[in-house]
């Protein structure tokens, strides 16, 4: 089955049965169990618990995983990239110039001896580099874009200067600088207060629709995906156990879905005990119909 | 995962050994921490410099305990008609100025050289500890009083403060281990508040402030247990250096006294005869040299498997 | 049960706490919310004796509080921390965290009480000597819930207990904490900067931002939207999810 994406278009990234282990002496770990899913010109929000498997996917993507980590595919592919088959030196041009990802901390991707500015200045590609100054003029145009209202003054300050959600603003916008088409944020705000997140969030979902990109949406946060992506796929012990639009989440069939929903706590509720999710062995194997 | 519990009697069965120190489950404090103790020594099993050093250092303490039988006639014992000798099949490493058999004085010397190591550790670690986790602990001036005397014992080198107690105590093998004692604790004392800063804001120690512990009971329960296994690394790694000052005093005779078979002391006393007859020098300096190696090496070793991070 | 009047602690140049007052009749559960230098954590550690630079005036079971505790003091009052895996001893067996309360008070009969104390938490026996290490987080909750009930306190103070742990395990948490503080009688104060979870355990809320209380209500009175201040609204929506037309407008603020 060839994976299909909701807008119909052809998929710019597909997936197609990944799976990740982990060999050691005592055991073998099987972090994700054959995913297949396509994204195209859309939010697609991955959802799990820890240990779900959802970073290590969006990690395989980029080809990012631990070096013990045994990655294999049916089809990896972007565009007419095949991200496996690729070389190290020919991922150098996918990652960062066409897949972009966002981190957790911003403040432990940005090198903190150098200026904010100067920093996202050499995310720009050296064949679209110009004269110094046109480079800053760009920097402080992405800046803008992000929503920083004093784009000069960030440029000059160092990264222990800006706040978590300015440092995820300036990290969108490193990001975003060499035009990538699809970018994978994994727990991009999950640091930040739910205020700020809003915010940074609202920036993002922006850029997304303005800039014609591609989103995969890792987090925990089940209410928050559902409400900002377009398109949820739910993990559950390195499977996806059920896909939906993420309008439709509360009418989800999978019983971990449906627990999961049930066990948030909501302003508003009356429950005096919170139904607590059983965990059934089948869903480890079980394809939902 | 059973519930099952494996009464104590089964411990000596060996297959169901195995099987109670892995048990995921378990039963009682003896087996939580005997089952620590084997995954540790699994780990260092797995790292075959450290087994080398274990394995020479574990030679060592053998020879040590064995000099009697290795050389029943003691260490002292003269020839002057088989001065000199160089190795053979009759003396493996030769015989000294004195005629005395050299394998002989090596394998009694162990024993002063494992004496100087033990005793030294004995001293420093406890005070290292005990100074540097309530400098760290208590920190305002009672940080700033034991850093400073800290630091005076510091801003010396070691070997030339262990020759200036030696020379104000007099020449002598106590005297020796007290003066590289005192040279030889500012180090771990370093360590311990280094470690200690790092532990007194963690949230258990905080949980045990609201138990409402004194503070010297946690500095002893809480605080020395997570010291302590860095204070072992450094120490076995600083033996080196202790075995290298106890020898350098021996060798300028203010350590071990003649006619006592101290490595260093040994190494001195062959200087004259370098040209001639070199085993005097050479075998005492390789003993000294492979003795550190293998201290250095099995610290390295051990702070792979002490590293709580490990876990 | 607790009444903090006008309490304010400062930290070198900045104020983190600016004048914050509340009252928690016995065996009612209170919630701080806010996000984070908010300084609601710094109320519970002043509450627990942790910060002893504060001003103000502290009462606690009928006893105005001084910065320094006495032994008695901790029997009373507890708390639970964020992280579980910080907050428990990674050289101590449960056994051990367990115990080690009942020395420091010199109370007898440790071992039947160790055991009445992991069964009420859910953790049972079979756990009793083992590691942090070989517990997962939700189990290392439940320890550190233990360790703090074992003196059998009155007053429970509960700092982001479940924000470090999934959402499934933080149900199993928020009921485990519902059950005990019924049982037991416990007076409790939660700090979270989940609005959800407050608003679910809580009887009476107040919102913290800058230091300072600046809405206090029933839980009641924030389901029927009968908050008024800006800030307590933008918490409110911003824990339903995300909403493109508020961020929208939040994010040029």
Not at chain 2, 117 to 137: E, R, S
Not at chain 2, 249 to 263: N, R
Not at chain 3, 102 to 108: F, N, P, Y
Not at chain 3, 208 to 225: C, F, K, P, S, Y
Request: charged share 20%; aromatic share 6%.
């Amino acid at each position: 089955m060839m994976p299909q994406s909701v807008t119909g278009e052809t998929p710019r990234l597909v997936v197609d049965d990944l799976r990740i282990t982990f060999r050691t002496p005592q055991r073998v770990i099987e972090a994700v169990r054959g995913v297949s899913f396509a994204v195209g010109r859309e939010k697609v929000g991955i959802v799990g618990e820890s240990g779900s498997g959802k970073s290590m996917t969006g990690r395989a993507i980029l080809r990012l995983t631990p070096p013990r980590a045994e990655v294999s595919a049916k089809r990896l592919s972007f565009g007419d990239t095949d991200l496996l088959a690729s070389t190290e030196r020919q991922m150098l041009k996918v990652r960062g110039r066409r897949i972009a990802m966002i981190m957790q901390d911003p403040r432990h991707a940005l090198d903190p001896v150098m200026r904010v500015g100067e920093q996202i200045a050499e995310a720009i590609p050296a064949e679209r580099r110009g004269r110094a100054a046109e480079d800053r003029d760009r920097v402080l145009a992405m800046l803008e874009a992000v929503h920083i209202r004093d784009p000069r003054h960030v440029y000059g300050l160092y990264p222990h200067e800006v706040s978590g959600g300015m440092g995820q603003r300036v990290m969108i916008a490193m990001m975003l600088m060499p035009e990538p088409s699809l970018l994978i944020a994994d727990e991009p705000t999950s640091a930040l207060d739910v205020t700020v997140r809003l915010r940074v969030l609202a920036i993002l979902d922006e850029l997304v629709a303005e800039r014609n990109l591609g989103l995969i949406f890792i987090s925990h946060d089940l209410n928050l995906v559902a409400s900002f992506c377009d398109r949820v796929l739910i993990m559950y012990a390195g499977r996806i156990v059920e896909e939906c639009v993420a309008s439709e989440l509360a009418r989800a069939r999978h019983p971990y879905t449906r627990g999961l929903l049930a066990s948030l706590p909501r302003a508003g509720d009356t429950r005096a005990r919170l139904p607590v999710l059983a965990r059934d062995p089948a869903w480890m194997t079980s394809e939902l119909g | 995962m059973s519930g099952e519990t494996h009464p104590l009697g089964n411990v000596t069965r060996a297959p169901g050994l195995r099987a109670w120190l892995t048990a995921e489950v378990t039963a009682s404090p003896r087996q939580a921490s005997l089952q620590r103790l084997y995954y540790g020594w699994r780990r260092l099993r797995n790292n075959p410099t450290a087994m080398a050093a274990l394995v020479a250092l574990a030679c060592l303490v053998a020879v040590a305990i064995l000099a009697p039988l290795i050389a029943p006639e003691g260490y002292d014992e003269q020839n002057l008609a088989g001065r000199l000798l160089p190795p053979s099949g009759a003396h493996w490493f030769g015989t000294d100025d004195l005629g005395r058999d050299i394998l002989a004085r090596l394998a009694w010397g162990a024993r002063i050289t494992l004496m100087i190591a033990t005793l030294v550790a004995a001293i420093v670690a406890p005070i290292g500890l005990l100074v540097g986790t309530a400098a760290g602990y208590f920190g305002g001036w009672v940080d700033a009083v034991l850093m400073r005397v800290n630091d005076v014992f510091l801003s010396f080198p070691s070997l030339i403060l262990a020759l200036g107690f030696v020379a104000a105590l007099g020449p002598g093998i106590r005297n020796a281990i007290i003066a590289i004692s005192l040279t030889a604790w500012p180090p771990i004392a370093r360590l311990a508040r280094a470690e200690t800063l790092t532990i007194r804001n963690a949230d258990y120690i905080a949980a045990v402030r609201i138990q409402g512990a004194s503070a010297s009971r946690i500095i002893a329960r809480h605080i020395v247990p997570m010291c302590l296994p860095s204070v072992i690394v450094r120490i076995t790694l600083n033996m080196a250096g202790i075995i290298l000052t106890a020898a350098g005093l021996g060798f300028l005779g203010l350590g071990a006294q003649p006619p006592m078979p101290e490595w260093g002391a040994m190494l001195s006393a062959g200087r004259g005869h370098l040209t001639g007859a070199w085993w005097l020098s050479a075998v005492p300096g390789a003993a000294i040299l492979i003795t550190s190696l293998a201290f250095n090496l099995l610290g390295d070793g051990l702070r792979d498997v002490l590293d709580p991070r490990s876990e | 049960m607790i009444a903090v009047r006008d309490l304010r602690v400062s930290f070198a140049a900045a104020t983190v706490v600016d004048g914050v007052s509340f009252h928690v009749p016995p065996e009612e559960m209170f919630g701080l919310v806010g996000e984070s230098g908010c300084g609601k954590s710094t109320v519970l550690r002043v509450l627990c004796g942790l910060n002893p630079a504060w001003s103000g005036q502290i009462v606690i079971g009928g006893k105005a509080m001084s910065p320094v505790r006495d032994r008695a003091f901790f029997k009373d009052v507890q708390m639970v921390f964020q992280d579980p895996y910080g907050s428990l001893h990674p050289r101590h067996t449960v056994n051990t965290a367990l115990t080690e309360p009942l020395a420091i008070h010199g109370i007898g009969g440790a071992d039947g009480r160790v055991a009445a104390v992991l069964d009420q938490v859910g953790l049972g026996g079979a756990f009793r000597y083992r590691y942090p290490h070989q517990l997962s987080g939700g189990q290392r909750q439940r320890l550190a819930i233990a360790r703090a009930l074992i003196l059998e306190p009155k007053v429970l103070l509960l700092d982001e207990p479940t924000s470090a742990l999934d959402v499934s395990v933080q149900a199993e948490i928020l009921n485990l904490l519902t059950d005990l503080r019924r049982q037991r009688n416990l007076t409790c104060i939660l700090v979270s900067h989940d609005l959800a979870v407050i608003a679910h355990m809580c009887d009476r809320i107040g919102v913290m931002q800058h230091g300072r209380i600046v809405e206090e209500l029933t839980a009641d009175q924030l389901n029927e939207n009968a908050a008024r201040h800006p800030y307590t609204i933008e918490l409110l929506a911003a824990s339903r999810g995300y909403d493109r037309a508020l961020g929208e407008r939040l994010a040029d603020e």
